[in-house]
């Protein structure tokens, strides 16, 4: 067989992984009407295709259907099986949504879940209905939904730039992906419009408005357009998997791979969706890269809450998210590039000002000229992105702290006062050299920023009291005017490596702490004998790791879980934990803060999953309300997780039922 027709053997490995995957993540089918905007009928054709499969005998229900008061839809529901919607109260009224346990203790053979991409009020046990379908789909239950092209999250910010309006409601696209059918429903601009005028879609005042702001002829174009590319997309990618699995040789892609540069930037938003859809156009492997390092250290709250969304909507897309440390940013990111075979790089250029840019120099401009044959691709900030950052407000923890000044300046008094009465035995070179301490001191202690400015309090020092005539900032000698620029620019410098020494230094205490925890863990664990002691150990080690309070339950020998460890003065189970931990004990599932299951949950729950079994289950509260795990301490708690579990298993003999 000639090289340049044979299959790519890591495109097929790659197809046949997605394929187990799916296949042991869920028995249900999944079929998603999928339209340009609302009122094309997607809802309507859903209950027709669902009127069919009853009559050949298909035991089909209506979870949930919202009908927007259309009579020729409504007329589709009678004689059909209607699951009763649950009735939650919140704010003052009554909000309807489906009910979940309800479908699933029925257990249909199909299920019709309308408007997939909706929000679901809160107290339920999803944050979204998408995930509702997932749960139904991973119970074996074959699920009809809908949803329009504008919330499949890689498209947002294109439909923001076709219509001018940012849609907040999305559906990740491995959702469609995973899809076994995607169908179209399909109308043209002029028919949907003279819907609208004729009251079809919304009631007149509404339908009004709503033609005059999203639903214009224009935003209706590029919006078919959207739906008719993406379903093209996953047909072309059925075509791929139907020949690989029938042998049938074609063009087979040259294995290309992606790397999306990330950073505390909203721009990184649009970078991980460009991104995504590159990849899924390329059939290609893609990353998302962060890169600690001194330039980008933000202690911001919000800047770090960015990060967090940034890397959390790169997982949700399909990336593999990795946090990469170093001094050089761009050097980072070739070197991960060229060891990962990355054949494009997507980075972004926000504004900044000029004297910022000749300060800090320009990370893109390093990646460009140093990439090779890796192709670059340079995405800019918007003029809404730009005056979306002008109106942002720094949050009351954001202002600046003034207290490292205030370190400096003590620092630099201290040795000042020192040097002032010993200046008669140390002279001016000394003395000089003397009032390098407090720069070199500020800049490891407080940072950069305060060596900068313990830097500039000692020239001034140095020349108000040492250099004649003293107690005035006059110079009498010109020959001193270059002592004090090299003296500036060697503290300049020396703020500069201090605090990349302090930079470095607590980067590397983080990670020996961590490894050591894990190394420490993982060997004292397997070594214990007695599961109590065990257990109490786990949570006391976790609970120092990431400065946090921590329960370990496992099931009794009804099969209800119960504490079996606990580490933290103000942590109380009660019932409403106990239903969040059952419902991660038996989905298999991570769930509560920081998740969008069970989000209003006060504790982080994570499976202890070992091999095919699930052993019991993890809690972790991080005190603050606002504080989320970062990706990599997330990586390291799953790590903790998966030795508790391995242990456990062992102690309890799990491996040999």
Avoid at 34 to 58: C, H, I, N, R, W
Wanted: aromatic share 8%.
């Amino acid at each position: 067989m000639p090289e340049e027709s044979r299959p790519d053997p890591e495109a097929l490995l790659r197809r046949l992984q997605q394929k187990e995957q799916k296949a042991e993540r869920r028995a249900g089918e999944l079929k998603i009407f999928v339209g340009a905007a609302a009122g094309v009928g997607k809802t309507y054709q859903m209950l027709e295709e669902a009127q069919s499969l009853k009559k050949d005998g298909v035991d089909v229900v209506i979870a949930l259907v919202e009908t927007h008061g259309r009579h020729e839809t409504e007329l589709l529901l009678e004689g059909q099986e209607i699951i009763p919607r649950l009735q939650i109260e919140h704010g003052g009224i009554t909000l309807e949504e489906m009910d979940l346990d309800g479908v699933l203790a029925r257990r249909p053979a199909i299920a019709l879940v309308d408007e997939l991409a909706h929000t679901n009020a809160p107290g339920t046990r999803h944050a979204k209905r998408y995930q509702d379908v997932e749960e139904l789909l991973d119970a074996g239950i074959s699920v009809y939904t809908t949803m329009n092209i504008q919330h499949a999250e890689s498209l947002n910010d294109i439909v923001y730039q076709i219509t001018g309006i940012r849609v907040r409601e999305t559906v990740p696209d491995r959702i469609l992906q995973m899809a076994d059918q995607l169908e179209v429903v399909d109308l043209p601009p002029d028919e949907l419009l003279a819907r609208f005028n004729e009251g079809k879609v919304y009631v007149p005042p509404k339908a009004e408005q709503a033609v005059r702001r999203f639903f214009r002829k224009g935003n209706l174009l590029g919006l078919r357009e959207m739906v008719l590319r993406y379903t093209a997309r996953k047909v072309d990618d059925d075509m791929r998997s139907y020949m690989d699995r029938h042998g049938i040789l074609g063009p087979w892609p040259a294995g290309s791979r992606l790397l999306v540069c990330i950073s505390t930037s909203s721009l990184s938003e649009r970078l991980v969706r460009i991104g995504q859809r590159m990849a899924a156009d390329l059939n290609a492997e893609w990353f998302a890269v962060y890169v600690e390092s001194p330039l980008e250290r933000q202690t911001a709250r919000s800047a770090q809450d960015q990060l967090a969304r940034n890397m959390r909507l790169a997982e949700e897309l399909g990336a593999k998210v990795q946090v990469l440390s170093g001094h050089a940013i761009s050097e980072e990111i070739l070197s991960f590039a060229r060891a990962q075979n990355i054949t494009l790089m997507v980075v972004g250029l926000p504004r900044r000002r000029l004297w910022n840019r000749w300060l800090s120099g320009s990370v893109v401009n390093e990646i460009i000229s140093r990439s090779g044959p890796i192709h670059v691709l340079v995405i800019g900030s918007t003029e809404a992105e730009i005056k979306e950052k002008e109106l942002t407000r720094p949050e009351p923890d954001e202002v600046m702290s003034w207290r490292p000044y205030y370190g400096s300046l003590a620092s630099v008094a201290t040795v000042t006062a020192f040097c002032w009465v010993l200046h008669p035995w140390l002279g001016l070179i000394n003395t000089a050299m003397m009032l390098l301490l407090p720069v070199v001191y500020s800049g490891i202690t407080w940072g950069r920023r305060a060596g900068l400015a313990a830097s500039v309090l000692a020239v001034a020092a140095l020349d108000f009291f040492f250099v004649p005539p003293q107690l005035n900032l006059a110079v009498e000698d010109l020959r001193y005017l270059p002592m004090f620029f090299v003296f500036f620019i060697v503290g300049i410098a020396t703020s500069f490596v201090a605090d990349l020494v302090r930079w470095q230094g607590e980067n590397a205490r983080q990670r020996e702490r961590f490894v050591s925890a894990l190394y420490a863990f993982s060997r004292d664990l397997m070594a214990a004998e007695d599961q109590g002691s065990l257990l109490r150990y786990a949570a006391k080690e976790i609970a120092e790791a990431f400065r946090c309070e921590v329960m370990i339950l496992l099931p009794d020998f009804n099969g209800k879980l119960e504490v079996r460890a606990q580490m933290g003065e103000h942590m109380i189970f009660d019932e409403r934990k106990l239903g969040v931990a059952t419902w991660v004990f038996e989905h298999d599932q991570p769930a509560g803060r920081g998740t969008e299951t069970l989000s209003s949950a006060s504790l982080f729950y994570l499976p202890l999953h070992a091999k095919e079994v699930t052993v019991g289950v993890m809690g972790v509260s991080l005190g603050a309300p606002e504080r989320l795990l970062s990706p990599e301490q997330r990586r390291l708690l799953e790590s903790f997780a998966s030795i508790i579990a391995l242990t456990v298993a062992r102690t309890v003999g799990t491996y040999g039922k």
